[in-house]
């Protein structure tokens, strides 16, 4: 990524004006992960395509990165919903939320996820850190919650032979196995075609969008219309 790209992405870091705070306040690792995580992923390649209003949800929304960045984007009408199954994570993405315009709450998407006519749903690299047939049940609950017109946004990894596709499932096993920074059952990606026969089965319509340029990694994002 050019110098410029990284200067521009940590203007959008929406924790960037308080840094202080987490440094202060919080363990010593949770500044770093977030920088890892805000400048490994293209956030700013998702935020385009979800919906100016209506309901949002991030399933699996970690420390509320996305959420936190939409609600400084977004018109008030737009409702703003973050699961994530780590407390600690939605502790710490609701602390933030000073302005109360966000619901956060530990919940396994796992389980029944009770959402109705949902706009837009974000899944971003959670689906494959799911067992496959835990996949399949997500996404078909995905399509029963999502409104006709919803979207689901799904960034996944391209699970094609690549040396950026090798340094995720290196890095996978360090953030979750080692340094224990994320929870899942492991690290199960799929190729772009055989997500998208998924999700076709189950009856989205697919636009698939190389998002790995000047990344290390080979990220997908996929946009699931249900209409
Ligand atoms: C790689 S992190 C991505 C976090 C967030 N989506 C982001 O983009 O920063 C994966 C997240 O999925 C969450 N997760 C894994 N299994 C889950 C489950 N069954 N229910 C809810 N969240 C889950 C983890 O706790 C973790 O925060």
Redesign the pocket.
Known sequence: MPLAGICEKFRLFPFRSRMGTIARGYPAKILPHLFV?WFS?P?ELIEPHVPRQGVIC??????G??LHRLASLLPPEATLLG????KE?IGFARAFDHDHRIWFEA????AALDLRDVTCL?????LH??SYSHQELLLQRCFDCLAKEGVLIL?EINAQASWKYWWAGIQAYF?KDVFRL????GFHPRSVGCLTGLLEKIGFKVDVLPAHQGYPYPHMIFLCHKG
């Open positions: 995580r992923c956030f991030d399933l699996g929304c970690g420390h990165l996305m699961f994530d199954i780590d994570k919940r396994d998407i796992l974000i899944l971003n690299d959670v850190m799911l960034k953030v994320t929870r899942g059952e």
